[in-house]
C-alpha cells in the first residue's frame, strides 16, 4: 500500500470517528466516571423507577460496569472484556435494545472464518446450542454486544472477541431497571415468560441509552488510589502518568520517590489492582501503606515490606 492511500484510508477512518462524536486519542484520555475529578466524589442512591436520566460506564482496566441515575450510583457489576486480539473498543456508544433469548449472526472477521462451525451471516437461533450469547443482549452499535457471560471465571477477564460478558442475574437486573426507567414497552408478563422460555423478545431504547467505555488505569475514587493492571499495553503504567494522576487530584507527590512508585505500579498485574488511601501517600506510605487487591473481588494482602516488588519491561 503506497503512502497516498495510507493518507486516504487514516483520513476516512478520523473522519468515520469523528461523524461518531470522538476520536480514539479523545477516548483513551477520558477519565474513569468513578474519578473523585469526574464524579466529584461518588453518592450512592437507591434507585428510582420512572426516571430514565440513566446511563453505563465500563471501565476497561477495573472490569467495573456501573449503572448511574441522575449522576448517582446506583449499582456496579463485574464484567468480562475482549482479548488482547480483538480488544472493547474505547468510545462513546449507545445501547439501542434489550433483547432476551437473542439471535446471534456471526461478524466477517477472522476468528470466525477460522471456525469449523458457524459461518459469517448464518442466523444462529437461541435455542442453537453454538448461539453463544446466553439469555440477553443489549447492541452498542457496530457489532458490540453486552451479553450473558459463560461463567464467573469471565468476570475479570479478557475473554470475548470485543464483546462485555456480564453475569446472567447482573444482566437481569441491569435490564429491569433499564426498562422500568424508560418505561420500555415490555410488560412484566413478557420478560417473565422470556426468562423461562427461549422465544426472542425485543425492547427498543429510544433514545438510546449513553453507555461510556473508558480505559483509565490510574484512578483515585473516594480518597482511595486504584491502580489496575494495563491489560491492553497501551504503556498507561508509567511513573509520569502516575505523578501527573496525583497531581491533578490535589496529591502532592513531592516527598513520593520515584522507586516507590515504580515498585507500585509493578504490583499492578496479573488479576491485582494496587490500592493504597490518599492519606497514606501523603504520610508518606505510599507504597508501604497499600495493599495488593484483587480486580475482581475483596480479599486483600498487604505489599511484602520486605521485598517490595520490581518493576517489569512489560509494565
Not at 426498562?179 to 426468562?195: I, N, Y
Not at 515498585?263 to 496479573?270: D, L, Q, T
Not at 475482581?296 to 512489560?314: F, L, R, S, Y
Request: charged share 20%; glycine share 8%.
Amino acid at each position: 500500500m503506497n503512502r497516498r492511500i495510507l493518507s486516504i484510508s487514516f483520513t476516512v477512518l478520523i473522519l468515520a470517528a469523528a461523524a461518531f462524536g470522538q476520536t480514539y486519542i479523545i477516548d483513551m484520555q477520558r477519565e474513569s466516571a468513578r474519578s473523585d475529578k469526574v464524579s466529584g466524589g461518588i453518592s450512592k442512591a437507591a434507585f428510582i423507577p420512572g426516571d430514565g436520566n440513566i446511563k453505563v460506564t465500563i471501565n476497561v482496566p477495573s472490569f467495573q460496569m456501573t449503572l448511574w441515575q441522575n449522576g448517582k450510583e446506583i449499582r456496579t457489576y463485574p464484567v468480562g472484556v475482549g482479548m488482547l486480539e480483538y480488544p472493547l473498543a474505547i468510545s462513546l456508544r449507545q445501547g439501542t435494545s434489550i433483547e432476551w433469548n437473542p439471535v446471534w449472526i456471526p461478524p466477517s472477521s477472522d476468528w470466525i472464518d477460522a471456525s469449523s462451525t458457524v459461518r459469517p451471516g448464518e442466523i444462529i437461533l437461541p435455542t442453537d446450542p453454538r448461539n453463544p450469547l446466553g439469555k440477553m443482549k443489549i447492541p452498542l452499535g457496530y457489532g458490540y454486544l453486552l451479553h450473558q457471560a459463560k461463567g464467573p471465571g469471565d468476570m475479570g477477564s479478557l475473554v470475548s472477541h470485543g464483546c462485555v460478558r456480564v453475569m446472567q442475574s447482573d444482566l437481569y437486573d441491569l435490564a429491569d431497571k433499564i426498562v422500568a426507567a424508560r418505561g420500555l414497552d415490555v410488560s412484566p408478563e413478557q420478560v417473565a415468560a422470556a426468562k423461562r422460555t427461549k422465544k426472542t423478545l425485543v425492547a427498543k431504547i429510544e433514545p438510546g441509552l449513553p453507555v461510556e467505555i473508558t480505559y483509565d488505569t490510574m484512578v483515585i475514587e473516594r480518597g482511595t488510589l486504584h491502580i489496575y493492571p494495563d491489560v491492553y499495553e497501551n504503556k498507561k503504567n508509567t511513573v509520569a502518568n502516575l505523578r501527573a494522576e496525583l497531581r491533578s487530584s490535589g496529591v502532592d507527590d513531592s516527598h513520593v520517590k520515584d522507586s516507590e512508585l515504580i515498585s507500585m505500579i509493578a504490583a499492578a498485574k496479573g488479576r491485582n489492582q494496587f490500592a493504597v488511601k490518599v492519606s497514606e501517600i501523603e504520610a508518606g506510605n505510599a507504597f508501604r501503606g497499600g495493599r495488593i487487591v484483587p480486580v475482581i473481588g475483596t480479599a486483600a494482602k498487604p505489599v511484602n515490606k520486605a521485598v517490595p516488588p520490581k518493576m517489569t519491561k512489560k509494565a
